[in-house]
C-alpha cells in the first residue's frame, strides 16, 4: 500500500530535511501497511477498486495509494463501532479518562514523529505541524478531564415525587474531517465523542488520509476497546455511506459549505443531528487608535497561518484610512520576509499548498484581483524553491492585494490561500455594516485601545469566533464555531458535550397516580 512512501522515506540522508524525514521511518510508524483502520487493526478493502495517489505537497512526489472503502467495508467498521460502544459506553467517566489520558501521553512522546508525518502528507511548517500535535493532545486532555464529570439534574415535585435527567451518549458518531489540519481534526471530533462514551467512524480527507491512521493506533494502544476509533478511507462515495447509514447516531464535518449543505441533506433523512464547521471570508478590522505593529503581527496570523489554509482566516482586512500607509509599508515588508521552501527546515515559516489543482484555483484569483482592479503589493506568483528535490512542489509567494472593494471577488469569495485583501475604511458605523455583509460568519476580529469600543464591535459583529487585539488563537477549552452559513453547532469547550450526547428525563412518583379515568 505504501510502498513508495517506504522507499522514499529510507532514502540516504542528505540534507537536515531528510534526515528529519528519515527519522519518521526510524519510529514505530508502520509505512508499508494500509490506511484503512477499524476493529483494532488496518484493513484492506474486500472489493478491487480503483487505487487512488496520494501526494507529498512539498515535492509533488506519489507518497502512496489510498484504498477508497465501499458499503462493505464502511458496514464492517460501523459494526466494529457498534460493537466498542457497547462496552465503552457502559465504562464509567473515570474509567473512560484513564484511557483518554494514556493516549495523550503517548501523543505527548510520540509529537516529532506524528508531526513529521503530517508535514509529509500536508505541506505545512514543521513548526506548526508541532503546534497542531499538541492542540490534538490538549484536547485529548481536556475531554478526559470532563468524562467523569457528565451529570444530570434532580427536580423536586410536589408529594415527594421526583424528576432527574441522564446525559446518555448517542452512539455511533460519524467524523469527516477536512485536509488543512488531518491530525488535530481527528482529535477535535474524536475526544467529545469518546470521552460522552461513544464510538467514532472516522474519514479523513482523501487529500491527507496518514496521520488519522495513527491516531486509531494510539487509542488502541492506550488500551481502548477495538472499534472505539476507526478509520474509513475515500472521498465523496465514502462519506455519503457514513451519512446514510441507519447506524450512524451523527455526523459531525469540517469543510466546505457546500460539501456541508449535502452532509445535513444526507443527515436530515435519518433525522441525525450534525455539527458543521464551514467556510468562512472573516474580517479584520484595524482601528487607527491601535498598537499598529501588534496589528500587522495579527493581520499576518490571521492570513498566513498553513499557507493560508484556514477556514477562520480574516482575508478582508479593514484598516482605517488615517493609519492605511503606515500598515500597508509594514504588512508588506514582513510579508516579503516570510520564508518560503522545504517545510520540514526549522527556519521555514510558509511550507506548501496542498495539491497542484488547489495551487493553480489560489493564483487564479490573484489573476482575477488584478484584472478587476486590485493592485498586487506583494508576492502572488509560483515559487520554485532551490532545492532540486522541491521544484515539483507547490508553492507560492504569500500575497497582498491592496486598492481592493467590497465587490471584487478576492473579497467576497473564500479564496483559501496567502492571499490577504485590504480595504479601507472611515467610520466605525460603515466598517460594521461592510465586514458583515456576507453569508458566512465564521470569525472576525478587532483592534483597537478603546476597551469600549473593542467590546461594542465585536457585540455587533455577526461571526461565532471574535478576537480582541489577536488573531486565531484556538485553546480547546473555548468552544469554536460559527453564524450564519458557517456552520451548526460547536467544537471545543464544554458546550460541545451538549453535541456528543442526548438528555433523558426520568418521572419518578412516590404516591399513587391521581387518575382522570
Keep these: 500500500m505504501l510502498q513508495r512512501l517506504a522507499a522514499y522515506l529510507r532514502r540516504p540522508a542528505a540534507s537536515p530535511r531528510v534526515a528529519a524525514v528519515r527519522c519518521v521511518s526510524s519510529g514505530s510508524v508502520d509505512i508499508t501497511a494500509p490506511l484503512n483502520f477499524w476493529a483494532g487493526n488496518r484493513r484492506t478493502s474486500q472489493e478491487k477498486r480503483d487505487a487512488e495517489n496520494v501526494y507529498e505537497p512539498a515535492t509533488g512526489r506519489v507518497l502512496c495509494q489510498l484504498e477508497p472503502c465501499g458499503a462493505a467495508e464502511v458496514n464492517q467498521a ?127 480527507s482523501p487529500v491527507t488520509p496518514v496521520t488519522a491512521v495513527l491516531l486509531a493506533e494510539l487509542y488502541t494502544q492506550a488500551g481502548a476497546p477495538e472499534g472505539l476509533f476507526n478509520v474509513v478511507q475515500g472521498g465523496q462515495e465514502t462519506g455519503s455511506l457514513l451519512c446514510h447509514h441507519p447506524d450512524v447516531a451523527k455526523v459531525s464535518f469540517t469543510g466546505s459549505v457546500p460539501t456541508g449543505k449535502k452532509i445535513m441533506e444526507m443527515a436530515s433523512k435519518g433525522v441525525k443531528p450534525v455539527t458543521l464547521e464551514l467556510g468562512g471570508k472573516s474580517p479584520l478590522l484595524i482601528f487607527k487608535d491601535c498598537d499598529v505593529e501588534n496589528a500587522v503581527r495579527g493581520a499576518l496570523m490571521a492570513n498566513f497561518l498553513s499557507q493560508g489554509q484556514v477556514c ?152 461565532g469566533s471574535c478576537f480582541i487585539n489577536n488573531y486565531n488563537i484556538t485553546p480547546v477549552e473555548v468552544p469554536f464555531g460559527g453564524f450564519k452559513m458557517s456552520g451548526i453547532g460547536r467544537e471545543n469547550g464544554q458546550v460541545t458535550i451538549e453535541y456528543y450526547s442526548q438528555l433523558k428525563t426520568v418521572f419518578v412518583e412516590m404516591g399513587d397516580v391521581d387518575s382522570l379515568f
Excluded at 522541491?390 to 478576492?410: A, Q, S
Design 312 to 463: 477562520s482566516n480574516a482575508t478582508r482586512v479593514f484598516v482605517q484610512r488615517d493609519i492605511l500607509p503606515e500598515f500597508m509599508e509594514e504588512v508588506v515588508r514582513r510579508t516579503q520576509a516570510i520564508e518560503i521552501g522545504d517545510p520540514l527546515l526549522e527556519s521555514t515559516r510558509m511550507g506548501a499548498l496542498v495539491s497542484r489543482p488547489h495551487l493553480e484555483r489560489v493564483l487564479s484569483f490573484v489573476d482575477q484581483a488584478k484584472k478587476e482592479g486590485a493592485t498586487v503589493l506583494c508576492g502572488g506568483e509560483p515559487f520554485i524553491p532551490s532545492d532540486p528535490k522541491l521544484r515539483g512542489g507547490y508553492y507560492m509567494t504569500p500575497c497582498v492585494l491592496g486598492n481592493c472593494t467590497d465587490e471584487m471577488t478576492c473579497v467576497k469569495e473564500e479564496i483559501f490561500g496567502p492571499v490577504m485583501s485590504v480595504l479601507s475604511f472611515e467610520s466605525e458605523e460603515e466598517v460594521l455594516w461592510r465586514a458583515n455583509d456576507t453569508s458566512l460568519g465564521l470569525a472576525a476580529g478587532v483592534f483597537t485601545s478603546d476597551v469600549r469600543r473593542a467590546h461594542r464591535v465585536v457585540e455587533h459583529l455577526k461571526a
Design 78 to 204: 460501523v459494526e466494529a463501532a457498534k460493537s466498542a460502544f457497547g462496552h465503552w459506553s457502559k465504562m464509567s467517566g473515570m474509567e473512560r479518562a484513564r484511557i483518554m489520558i494514556e493516549a495523550a501521553h503517548i501523543i505527548e512522546s510520540r509529537r516529532e514523529e506524528i508531526a513529521e508525518m503530517e508535514v509529509v502528507n500536508n505541506g505545512k511548517s514543521i513548526t506548526e505541524a508541532r503546534l497542531d500535535v499538541d492542540s490534538a493532545r490538549l484536547c485529548i486532555e481536556y475531554y478526559a478531564g470532563m468524562a467523569s464529570t457528565l451529570a444530570g439534574q434532580h427536580v423536586q415535585l410536589p408529594g415527594g415525587s421526583f424528576a432527574y435527567t441522564r446525559r446518555e451518549p448517542l452512539g455511533v458518531c460519524a467524523g469527516i474531517g477536512a485536509w488543512n489540519y488531518p491530525f488535530q481534526i481527528a482529535a477535535w471530533k474524536s475526544a467529545p465523542a469518546l470521552a460522552c462514551g461513544n464510538s467514532m467512524v472516522f474519514k479523513p
